[in-house]
């Protein structure tokens, strides 16, 4: 058995209890909130990182897999982006007129992301999503978008949720249908519903389930035989499935794309790609414009990032670490006669959970979050294997799941797993 490491986190509490009264709803991110991981057990603040580790703020380590929700792609303090970024602000941050950043960083862009022929910058994921989707609806001059899982929070996507819907105009939900993924027909459904009113349609290349049927090669020929755009948010699988995001992986080129979180290796920087005779027709008609989005620091970072990526290295290790941790994982899973699968593309995995009779819940995301993170390995939204990884990280990791495993068959056997928990069971965001 793996230690249970004997850890304060009397720093992450008081620092929660001065966040609530002066941070809505605490932090700027849900998911990397208390309530998205086990209250009392995990840390809710992170002091550093290196590498694929992290310290809190009570000064406890953890190998981290969720790495900032998916931005930190080659390790945390990766030299050649902080030289970047450093060797940037020595000479500004940004400027009163345009940076010659901006004109390097597209042409990397355009060069290495098939659906790039021109691209625009911003901030963040919600952001980049949000002008693929103005850009759909000027280009083809409709109004209704079909849309996949999640998309940012932007009002356009948040208005098909079922929560949250405070300061949502209605009659923005009447423009917004979601669907499945591989659920073809139900988008068929749509086109005929909504015959020539379809702007895009908008979804991940790929989230946990594979593609089946040939679905994105047939999704992006229904767009087209119905007048639609086809967007691929590449918000998470962007630079992790190849460094022309998962369009490349798996050779489909959409109209329009969006990139985001492991751009920069966790500077704040979001692209919009789009086919350039697309871009230059909405290019008088969309309005689309921030400060920051030529900010150098990200940029610089940004340029650092396509080069660690230029030479395949970087992907290959991070898809080998990740496919040693799935193949292990799924072998101990069988042998120790545990229903959870580690499930998904080996750069972007996803932890599934259910019971004997294979229900799924909660709480039990949350025992074996809460048996890891006693170990010393922080677990959240996904399984993202970075850069700098090390086998010897690989291998502890996959000790202390054999114990989390344990702890979960015993409690699911017992037929009483909430008695499992030593802290709050998660909650979900959404949903």
Request: aromatic share 10%; charged share 25%.
């Amino acid at each position: 058995m793996m230690k249970i490491n004997e850890r304060s986190l009397k720093k992450s509490e008081e620092l929660w209890k001065e966040a609530q009264e002066n941070i809505l709803s605490g932090c700027q991110l849900y998911s990397k909130g208390p309530e998205t991981h086990i209250q009392g057990v995990s840390p809710i603040y992170i002091d550093h990182g290196k590498d694929g580790h992290v310290w809190d703020v009570d000064g406890n380590e953890y190998i981290d897999y969720d790495m900032g929700l998916g931005p930190i792609l080659l390790g945390y303090q990766y030299k050649a982006v902080d030289d970047a970024v450093i060797a940037q602000l020595r000479r500004g941050m940004g400027y009163s007129l345009v940076a010659p950043e901006e004109v390097e960083y597209a042409k990397l862009c355009v060069k290495h992301i098939p659906s790039a022929g021109k691209v625009r910058f911003l901030k963040t994921g919600s952001s980049a999503t949000e002008a693929a989707v103005r850009i759909a609806r000027s280009y083809t001059g409709r109004k209704h978008i079909i849309r996949g899982e999640y998309h940012g929070w932007h009002e356009w996507t948040t208005a098909a949720e079922s929560v949250r819907q405070g300061g949502i105009l209605p009659e923005a939900r009447k423009f917004i249908h979601k669907f499945d993924y591989n659920d073809l027909a139900k988008v068929e459904e749509y086109f005929a519903a909504y015959p020539g009113e379809v702007a895009a349609v908008i979804t991940e290349a790929v989230e946990i389930e594979p593609p089946k049927d040939g679905f994105l090669e047939n999704l992006k020929e229904l767009c087209h035989r119905n007048g639609a755009l086809l967007i691929f948010d590449e918000v998470v699988n962007g630079f992790r499935f190849s460094i022309g995001g998962a369009q490349a992986y798996f050779g489909v080129t959409p109209d329009l794309s969006t990139f985001g979180k492991a751009a920069a290796n966790g500077m704040p920087l979001s692209i919009v790609a789009g086919r350039k005779d697309i871009m230059e027709e909405v290019d008088r008609n969309v309005f689309i414009s921030t400060t920051f989005g030529g900010e150098c620091l990200s940029l610089a970072a940004g340029i650092a990032v396509m080069k660690e990526l230029e030479s395949g290295e970087a992907t290959k290790e991070i898809w080998a670490k990740g496919k040693y941790l799935q193949d292990k994982f799924r072998a101990m899973a069988k042998d120790l006669d545990v229903p959870i699968d580690l499930a998904g593309y080996p750069c972007r995995l996803n932890l599934e959970y259910t019971d004997y009779e294979g229900k799924k819940d909660w709480l039990y995301n949350s025992i074996f979050m809460q048996e890891s993170v006693k170990r010393g390995v922080l677990l959240g939204w996904h399984i993202f294997p970075c850069y700098t990884h090390t086998q010897a990280d690989l291998d502890f990791t996959l000790n202390v799941f054999e114990d989390a495993m344990k702890v979960y068959r015993e409690a699911l056997r017992s037929g009483h797993p909430e008695t499992y928990m030593e802290g709050k069971p998660l909650k979900i965001v959404l949903g």
